[in-house]
């Protein structure tokens, strides 16, 4: 029967976003709903919400890095069980597509989402932010966006993997194809940048110089791999960078 969640609902671009009730009906064929643990802040929905993508699909429940465990199953579902601990991944190739077919999953033109069953109480239907949704208590998601982890791990960290590190990570290993003995300068040392900091060390990268305004951050990257840190805009930064070792 459907339940009741609650979660940030962006209702008109640019205007505040509201916490708010909502409902979920049952999960239909190959759905899951998960409850949330944990859900990481991604410029992104700031974007979604401002109108910055544009205008349509409005309302929207923001959030789209999470982890959760999973309350429920629908039709059709075998891979995963009720208790199960999963990371939600807001891409899942259908596995049909022209690239899908070819091996290239990573550009699928028909990734999988869950129907729409979640609304709000005046009726609206919801569109969860890149078919996923994770500001909330509990979301609506394909089976093929939920991905098993161990329960023993954080959800905290492991609600980022689903973006944030995937990108970062995917943008040094295949994007920018980080060769073993190579250099590498990573310009902004968020989430995502300290994740292209690690893809680069994963990838065998002899230097790896981060680059950002805050030294906070530089102290950071060489938690990630980081050689070397340069504070941009400052004298100190044009004068040379400063070795930072590995952490």
């Excluded at 940030?8 to 064929?29: K, Q």
């Excluded at 049909?96 to 009726?123: H, W």
């Excluded at 954080?154 to 609600?159: E, L, N, T, V």
């Excluded at 995502?192 to 230097?207: E, H, K, N, Q, Y």
């Amino acid at each position: 029967m459907p339940i009741t969640a609650r979660g940030a609902i962006a209702r008109t671009p640019g205007a505040p976003a509201s916490i708010e009730d909502f409902m979920i009906d049952d999960p239909g064929p190959n759905e899951v709903l998960v409850r949330i643990l944990a859900s990481g802040v991604c410029h992104t929905d700031l974007g979604v919400k401002s109108g910055t993508y544009g205008t349509e699909g409005f309302p929207f429940l923001l959030g789209h890095e999470g982890a959760g465990v999973i309350e429920a199953i629908g039709p059709g579902v075998t891979a995963h069980k009720p208790g199960d601990h999963v990371i939600l991944a807001w891409r899942a190739p259908c596995g049909r597509c022209r690239f899908c077919r070819a091996g290239k999953p990573n550009f699928c033109c028909a990734s999988l989402n869950a129907e729409k069953r979640m609304r709000t109480l005046d009726g609206q239907l919801l569109n969860p932010v890149l078919g996923i949704g994770t500001f909330c208590t509990h979301t609506l998601v394909h089976a093929n966006q939920a991905i098993p982890y161990d329960a023993a791990l954080p959800a905290a960290q492991m609600s980022l993997i689903g973006c944030g590190v995937m990108t970062g990570v995917g943008a040094a290993l295949y994007a920018a194809d980080v060769q073993p003995g190579s250099s590498a300068a990573v310009f902004g040392c968020g989430g995502v940048g300290d994740s292209v900091i690690s893809g680069a060390r994963l990838a065998g990268a002899t230097t790896i110089i981060a680059v950002d305004v805050d030294p906070r951050k530089l102290e950071w990257t060489r938690e990630f791999g980081a050689t070397h840190g340069s504070l941009a805009g400052t004298k100190e930064a044009r004068s040379g960078d400063a070795p930072l070792g590995r952490g």
